[in-house]
C-alpha cells in the first residue's frame, strides 16, 4: 500500500506524477489546515506532507495527524514549524536551502540600488513628465560605502560576494563567527554592525529569539544616511518601531520584501512613506528557483519516505532516530 501524503502546494504536473506513482495524494487548499480540510479517518493514515509556509505545523497540527513522519517545506525558512514539537514526536522537518540562495539576494542587491539611487521615483518621474521642468534630484553612490550583513548564512554570503562587484567593504555579525565568511566580510560585534553599516540588511531566521530583534535601539544606532534591507521574515523587525525611523528621519530609507503582515494592506503606514521601497515576498519567486525549490522538497519528501536520508533536513537528529 502506498504512503498517503498530504499535498497542500500547486505541484508541475511531471512531479504530481512522479509523487503519484508513489504516493496516495491527499489536496489541501494552500493555507487551510489539514485538521479542517481533510477527514479524521484520512487523517489517522497521513505519513508525509509538502507544503508552504502558510501551513502551520504546530502541536494541534501533529495531533490531527498522528501517523506523520516527514513534512516537507516549499521554502528555506520554517517559522511556520513548531519544530521543538515535531521533533518529539520524531517527525521529520525537511526545507530547501541552498537553491534559493540567488534569487534572494539579488532582490538584496536590488532594493539597494533602488534605495540608493532612487529607482522608483525616478521611474514615475519620468512617466509624469516632470522631468520637462528640470533634472531629476542627485542620489547617492553606493560603492565605496559599507554594507552590514545582519547573519552570514548562505544567502548572506551570496549578498557578501555580489557586494564585492560593487567595492563595498562587507562587515558582518552572527551568532558565532563564520570560518568560511574570511576574506569575504569582517566580523562585527552586534551594536558596531548597526553602528557602521550604510546599508543594513537581514539575513537571519525568524524565531522566538529574532522575533522584534532589529527594534527602536538597534534603528537608533544606525546612521541618518543608512538603509534598512530585509528580505528575510517582517517579523525579525519591530515594524511600529521602522515606520517611527523612517518618519523622523532616523534612517535614510527601507528597501522590504517582508513585513510583519503578508499580504501588506495598503492602508498601512508603510505604504504612505516615500522613502521606502516594497517588494512582495518575491525572493525566491523566479520561475528557476522555484521549480529548483519545488524539486528539492519533493526530492526530501520521497527520500524520506522511501529510507534514504533527504538532502536537506532541519531536525535530522528525528532521521537518526528513525534510522
Ligand atoms: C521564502 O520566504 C522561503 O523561506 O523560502
Ligand atoms: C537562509 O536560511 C540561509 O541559508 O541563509
Redesign the pocket.
Known amino acids: 500500500q502506498k504512503p498517503k501524503v498530504i499535498v497542500s502546494v500547486p505541484l508541475p504536473p511531471d512531479l504530481r506524477e512522479r509523487l503519484a506513482a508513489a504516493c496516495d495524494l491527499v489536496d489541501v487548499p494552500m493555507g487551510q489546515s489539514p485538521a479542517d480540510a481533510v477527514p479524521a479517518d484520512v487523517r489517522a493514515q497521513v505519513s508525509g506532507m509538502v507544503c508552504t ?1 502558510k501551513t502551520r505545523i504546530d502541536q494541534a497540527l501533529l495531533d490531527a495527524l498522528p501517523a506523520l513522519k516527514v513534512s516537507s517545506n516549499f ?3 520554517f517559522d511556520n514549524v513548531d519544530v521543538a514539537a515535531a521533533t518529539s514526536r520524531g517527525v521529520l522537518i525537511c526545507n ?1 536551502p541552498g537553491v ?1 540562495d540567488g534569487a534572494v539576494a539579488d532582490v538584496t542587491i536590488g532594493l539597494m540600488l533602488c534605495l540608493a539611487r532612487n529607482l522608483v521615483a525616478g521611474d514615475a518621474f519620468v512617466r509624469s513628465g516632470a522631468w520637462a521642468q528640470g533634472p531629476f534630484p542627485l542620489t547617492r553612490d553606493i560603492r565605496g560605502k559599507t554594507l552590514g550583513l545582519l547573519g552570514m548564512g548562505r544567502i548572506g554570503r551570496v549578498v557578501a560576494r555580489t557586494a564585492r562587484a560593487f567595492d563595498m567593504p562587507v562587515i558582518y555579525h552572527n551568532r558565532r563567527e563564520d570560518p568560511e565568511a574570511g576574506g569575504l566580510a569582517t566580523f562585527v560585534e552586534r551594536d558596531e554592525l548597526f553602528k557602521s553599516a550604510d546599508v543594513l540588511s537581514i539575513h537571519i531566521p525568524l524565531s522566538a529569539q529574532t522575533r522584534h530583534s532589529v527594534g527602536k535601539r538597534e534603528l537608533s544606532l544606525m546612521k541618518p544616511t543608512a538603509y534598512l534591507i530585509n528580505t528575510a521574515r517582517g517579523p525579525v523587525v519591530d515594524e511600529a518601531a521602522l515606520v517611527d525611523a523612517l518618519r523622523a528621519g532616523t534612517i535614510a530609507g527601507a528597501g522590504l520584501d517582508v513585513m510583519e503582515q503578508e499580504p501588506l494592506p495598503a492602508t498601512h503606514p508603510l505604504c504612505g512613506l516615500p522613502n521606502v521601497v516594497l517588494q512582495a ?1 518575491v ?2 519567486a523566479t520561475h528557476e528557483t522555484r521549480r529548483a ?1 519545488i524539486d528539492l522538497a519533493v526530492a526530501n519528501l520521497l527520500d524520506a519516505l522511501g529510507g534514504r536520508q533527504p538532502a536537506a533536513m532541519v531536525n535530522p537528529e528525528t532521521w537518526k532516530a528513525a534510522a
Open positions: 509556509m521554502a528555506v525558512g530547501t534559493l515576498h525572493g525566491s525549490m
